[in-house]
């Protein structure tokens, strides 16, 4: 099982799509979205797992956590 890093997490409401959505801006393209607060923060949870393990399969550098950034 990997060792997933912490990373940060945008969490926003998307009256277009109405659901939460959820981004993870130091992993390229990692979003997941849920009906619920519950349900985006389980879903974006398996994608970040998901994200890593692919980079992983393609050998590509997973990026280290960098905490709070300065535009979220």
């Known amino acids: 099982m990997l060792n997933i890093p912490k990373y940060?997490?945008?969490?926003?409401?998307?009256?277009?799509?109405d659901c939460y959505?959820?981004?993870v801006p130091e992993l390229p393209g990692c979003m997941a979205d849920g009906k619920t607060?519950?349900?985006v923060t389980a879903n974006v949870e398996i994608i970040i797992r998901?994200?890593?393990e692919c980079a992983v399969a393609d050998g590509d550098e997973i990026p280290e956590p960098k905490g709070?950034?300065?535009?979220a």
């Open 21 to 23: 959505l959820a981004e």
């Open 50 to 52: 998901e994200w890593i």
């Open 37 to 39: 607060l519950a349900e």
């Open 68 to 71: 709070r950034l300065k535009y």
């Open 8 to 17: 940060e997490i945008i969490i926003y409401w998307s009256k277009e799509d």
